[in-house]
């Protein structure tokens, strides 16, 4: 079933021309102006909730690792971890996502893949240090573990070349595991945060071109596509063609990322890179960030109707592997 982004832009048309007519005919400017709040309210539900979606970037939370806060757009966060659950998965089935990528710890991602089988689960090393091989890989064949990220090298004075990540690394090349990685940059003050360590530069796709060289069959993808580093991800996707990328975080939570997000998406398309770009939300406490994402993309115009179904579904679908219901 195709996304209808491009027929709701024709639906669009079809319903300010009824909305026209209807001004035309009636006199009565409350009735009116009713009529066409309605009609446009029909227009925008229609315009997000149809077509298939694969959210490559969520995050799932436990009462102990959970906090609050407003995001730079002024979202006000969920209150608790089991609101972010019930939040994120109303908005799930509000938008058909079909299948989300959810990046947590190994207790979190228990909780969420028991409360909806559309999440598939992402070990994240949001601990200090990460759970040991054995176990990583034991994980693996028990279907626990499904994706590896969303890996938080930059903000422990690290890259996804450090020598603590190879081993994991080879077990995710060896049974196929998508390896999601943080690249680009992060909140003002992230060392006020609790990563003392962090460093913007450390987000840039070139510093691990050494896995890609060491790993071949890795199925990697930088997520927020490198932010201000775009140009550096677009050489580098040209460079590695098992390179893909998510748009998480970029299109909703501040002007700045929006405009990487664009600029990005506009050279992409020029450089024949497109089928590679995932949709991504990265709600992290605010699962509205889920529906910002979504009409953001769908707002693109120098996109197509094809271009935006291949990143908000067909490009997913692909690089994960998944077979049509
Ligand atoms: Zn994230």
Request: aromatic letters at 14%.
């Amino acid at each position: 079933m195709p996304l209808i982004v491009g027929g709701n832009r024709r639906k669009y048309h079809k319903w300010t021309i009824l909305q026209l007519i209807v001004i035309k005919k009636i006199g009565n400017k409350y009735f009116m102006r009713t009529i066409i709040f309605l009609l446009t309210l029909i227009t925008v539900v229609c315009k997000v909730t149809s077509g298939q979606v694969i959210d490559m970037h969520l995050h799932s939370y436990t009462d102990k690792n959970f906090w609050v806060g407003k995001a730079p757009n002024g979202f006000e966060s969920s209150k608790n971890a089991k609101e972010t659950l019930e939040q994120t998965i109303q908005k799930m089935n509000e938008h058909k996502i079909e299948y989300a990528v959810v990046c947590g710890s190994i207790e979190s991602l228990e909780i969420y893949t028991k409360a909806d089988k559309r999440f598939i689960a992402g070990y994240g090393d949001y601990e200090d240090t990460l759970i040991s091989i054995t176990k990583f890989e034991e994980y693996i064949k028990s279907g626990k573990i499904k994706v590896f990220g969303e890996i938080m090298a930059v903000y422990k004075g690290q890259t996804l070349a450090d020598p603590v990540y190879q081993p994991y690394l080879a077990i995710c090349e060896k049974y196929g595991i998508p390896v999601g990685y943080h690249s680009g940059g992060s909140f003002p003050n992230t060392q006020n945060l609790g990563w003392p360590k962090y460093r913007i530069a450390l987000g840039d796709p070139f510093l691990i071109e050494d896995v890609l060289v060491k790993y071949p069959n890795l199925k990697l993808y930088l997520m927020h596509a490198g932010e201000h580093f775009y140009e550096n991800t677009l050489r580098m996707m040209d460079g590695y063609s098992n390179l893909y990328v998510d748009l998480g975080v970029e299109m909703w939570i501040n002007p700045m990322t929006k405009d990487f997000a664009v600029k990005f998406l506009k050279l992409a398309k020029v450089y024949g890179l497109l089928d590679r770009v995932m949709f991504g939300s990265d709600q992290m406490v605010w699962p509205e960030a889920i529906t910002s994402s979504i009409n953001f993309l769908e707002a693109l115009d120098f996109l197509t109707k094809e271009e935006k179904e291949m990143i908000f579904y067909k490009n997913a679908k692909t690089f994960l592997g998944l077979k049509d219901k």
